[in-house]
């Protein structure tokens, strides 16, 4: 009986010892196959930094006037532009800084007045520096929409001004006109992810730009105009670069 007694003794012994053993194993270890909760899913990682690097193009539709009492109608030729900026990203708020350049609007001015017409014609272009705040609203699938605002100052530069009221017609005599201005903007779009590092972003921006005259001399000649109401709607397109 006694032999029986200690035979179950070491038995149970020796089972508590590789229970013990067992359970201090690590997950994944050569004594148990690992569980599938062990492995990591792919998936894209997330921003240790929040800071970003930008770049975006855009088609520009572009309005403004009436200029003056005698302006039926102002038409402006579309154009293009492109920036440049960084940025910072904190949960669903980003923020940043971009630089736009674009490339010269045609205005022809048409008037009330009986002579030739268009009676005014130059071309204007804008470059800016804007602060843009953003709300993401989460993403799905890949997809963050957003809206946005922004403010800076807007430099503009008006170029081959025609006046045909001149008798010959006069091409900015008085050399070419500059303003610069407050502007502002409004923002909405969606980005989508396509790798870790890489967001691609498209969307539409307003933008607000203030008046540029005609030429140096506009405001003292009396047949000198000054373009106002300088407004652009636009398509985007850009990348985001995610630092890390």
């Given at each position: 009986?006694?032999?029986?007694r200690?035979?179950?003794a070491?038995?149970m012994?020796a089972?508590?010892f590789?229970?013990?053993?067992?359970a201090?194993?690590?997950?994944?270890?050569?004594r148990?196959?690992?569980?599938?909760s062990?492995?990591?899913?792919?998936?894209?990682k997330?921003?240790t930094?929040?800071?970003y690097?930008?770049?975006?193009i855009g088609?520009?539709?572009?309005?403004?006037?009436?200029?003056?009492?005698n302006v039926?109608?102002?038409?402006?030729t579309?154009s293009y532009?492109?920036?440049?900026g960084?940025g910072?990203?904190y949960q669903?708020?980003?923020?940043d800084?971009?630089?736009?350049?674009?490339?010269p609007a045609?205005?022809?001015?048409?008037?009330s007045?009986?002579?030739?017409?268009?009676?005014f014609?130059?071309?204007?272009?804008?470059e800016?520096v804007?602060?843009n705040g953003y709300?993401?609203f989460g993403?799905w699938?890949g997809?963050?929409?957003?809206?946005g605002?922004?403010?800076?100052?807007?430099r503009l530069?008006?170029v081959?001004y025609?006046?045909?009221?001149?008798?010959?017609s006069?091409t900015g005599?008085?050399?070419p006109?500059?303003?610069?201005?407050?502007a502002?903007?409004?923002m909405a779009g969606?980005?989508?992810?396509?790798s870790p590092?890489?967001m691609?972003?498209v969307?539409?921006?307003?933008?607000?730009?203030g008046?540029?005259p005609s030429s140096?001399?506009a405001g003292?000649?009396?047949?000198?105009?000054?373009?106002?109401g300088?407004t652009v709607?636009?398509?985007?397109?850009?990348?985001?670069?995610l630092?890390?």
């Amino acid at each position: 009986m006694s032999r029986v007694r200690t035979f179950f003794a070491g038995f149970m012994a020796a089972f508590a010892f590789v229970a013990s053993a067992y359970a201090a194993d690590p997950a994944g270890s050569w004594r148990r196959p690992p569980l599938e909760s062990d492995y990591e899913k792919p998936q894209f990682k997330e921003l240790t930094s929040g800071w970003y690097l930008r770049a975006d193009i855009g088609y520009r539709w572009n309005n403004g006037g009436p200029s003056n009492s005698n302006v039926t109608s102002e038409r402006y030729t579309n154009s293009y532009d492109a920036s440049l900026g960084f940025g910072l990203k904190y949960q669903w708020f980003r923020a940043d800084v971009i630089y736009d350049r674009s490339v010269p609007a045609r205005v022809s001015t048409f008037t009330s007045v009986a002579t030739d017409q268009p009676q005014f014609t130059a071309k204007i272009r804008s470059e800016m520096v804007l602060v843009n705040g953003y709300v993401d609203f989460g993403t799905w699938g890949g997809f963050t929409p957003y809206v946005g605002g922004g403010a800076g100052i807007a430099r503009l530069k008006s170029v081959n001004y025609v006046d045909t009221t001149d008798s010959p017609s006069v091409t900015g005599v008085m050399g070419p006109g500059k303003s610069q201005n407050f502007a502002w903007a409004a923002m909405a779009g969606v980005a989508y992810q396509i790798s870790p590092s890489w967001m691609i972003d498209v969307g539409f921006r307003h933008l607000d730009l203030g008046e540029v005259p005609s030429s140096d001399g506009a405001g003292i000649r009396t047949n000198a105009i000054v373009f106002k109401g300088q407004t652009v709607n636009e398509a985007r397109i850009g990348l985001r670069y995610l630092l890390d």
